[in-house]
């Protein structure tokens, strides 16, 4: 499922008066494991939904970036697209432009769609940049490959959001593949498509959309990276991806705070390669004992993990879910479940009713598959 194409080009129609010359689609992602590894050099492991961004667009010869939500409460943006600056949702696309400028994007008219759920951790903010890129290289015949255009659109949120985000939301929205999670080497950029199917193990991915938002996001998760860049620095390595022997970068260093965050940095990457090799022999139900695995070293050790995010877990786990575990940059958002198929209606009702005994917004829960990556649709 993806945001309507005819009818957002109908409504682009309606908006400027003119047909869109196309309709361009990004995916969110959901990162089975691999998390706060990315800026360190490490591994990641993150699939395409089929939830994202859809983009109408068409060039304009007057050198502006006409920008338009309907998601957005305002009557959109106009800016030059040789450059400029913004704040709020915009300045992702306007971020993307720019950059592209100089590439050879010119002026152009979009309308933008999502049926992502805002603020649920499941990269709405890659989605946008990338389905823009993708539009504006179609647009302007710019040939990039996709991974140079991931490491544009992230470079567009470093510089024009000022969020410091490592590369793995944008290679999962534009270089992940139906059925298959991608394993990213955030280092070198090597990818491997690793088949990922849950029904054919008889198990059902669940997100749990906590509906927990943290406006302070953006500065815990700077401090988080600065903590691991600092950390790197001390033990005298260009990244915790380099990182061999735990027990003694763990000596090495005074700091407890640091030594948990290089604690989870290096087992995580650990993880991911543990999770790689069970996919890869189709042994998907033992997934679960990482997931959580991987759940207890963000709570504990990157201490980035919420109340609500724990409690989804704790009841999953309690109602006979094989594993789960938070998703994304930390404080609010989602999480995952494993779960056998048939368990699938006790983790909800445990996860819902435990919400509701604490008076929280009920969790959304849906099923997640690997869907296709990011696309033109018309
Ligand atoms: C956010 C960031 F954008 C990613 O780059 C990544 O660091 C993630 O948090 C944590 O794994 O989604």
Redesign the pocket.
């Known amino acids: 499922m993806s945001p309507d194409p005819s009818a957002l080009a109908a409504a682009f129609g309606e908006a400027y008066q003119r047909a869109p010359e196309g309709v361009w689609h990004a995916p969110g992602r959901l990162?089975l494991i691999?998390?706060?590894?990315?800026?360190n050099d490490g591994f990641?492991l993150p699939f395409a939904l089929d939830l994202g961004v859809s983009v109408a667009a068409a060039r304009r010869d007057d050198g502006m970036l006409h920008l338009r939500s309907l998601q957005a409460a305002d009557q959109g943006i106009t800016v030059p697209v040789k450059g400029g600056s913004l704040d709020g949702w915009a300045a992702y696309p306007a971020g993307v432009a720019w950059l592209l400028h100089e590439h050879g994007a010119g002026g152009a008219s979009l309308l933008i769609d999502s049926d992502l759920p805002a603020g649920a951790?499941l990269?709405s903010?890659?989605a946008l940049e990338c389905a823009t890129a993708l539009a504006l290289c179609d647009l302007y015949g710019i040939e990039m490959d996709r991974r140079e255009l991931a490491l544009l659109a992230?470079r567009a949120?470093n510089e024009h959001v000022g969020?410091p985000?490592?590369?793995?939301?944008q290679s999962a929205s534009l270089l992940a593949t139906d059925g298959h999670a991608l394993m990213l080497d955030c280092r070198s950029g090597l990818t491997s498509q690793v088949p990922f199917a849950p029904a054919d193990s008889g198990l059902t991915m669940l997100v749990v959309d906590t509906r927990a938002t943290h406006t302070l996001t953006g500065g815990e998760?700077a401090q988080r990276?600065a903590e691991c860049e600092e950390a790197a620095r001390l033990l005298g390595v260009p990244a915790l991806r380099d990182v061999k022997d735990l027990a003694a970068a763990l000596a090495a260093l005074a700091d407890p705070v640091l030594r948990r965050r290089v604690q989870h940095v290096v087992t995580e990457n650990h993880r991911v390669e543990a999770v790689v090799g069970l996919l890869r022999a189709g042994a998907v139900t033992e997934l679960g004992s990482m997931l959580t695995a991987s759940h207890l070293s963000l709570r504990d050790q990157f201490e980035i993990s919420w109340p609500e995010a724990d409690v989804a877990v704790e009841e999953a786990l309690r109602a006979g879910a094989r594993g789960g575990r938070m998703?994304?940059?930390?404080f609010g958002g989602s999480a995952i479940v494993l779960t056998a198929t048939e368990r699938v209606d006790e983790v909800r009702a445990a996860i819902t009713g435990a919400y509701a005994a604490r008076g929280w917004t009920p969790p959304t829960i849906f099923e997640a598959n690997p869907a296709p990556g990011a696309h033109r649709v018309s």
């Open positions: 990162n691999g998390e706060h590894t990315d800026y990641v951790g990269s903010s890659a992230q949120e969020m985000c490592g590369i793995m939301d998760y990276r998703i994304g940059g930390g």
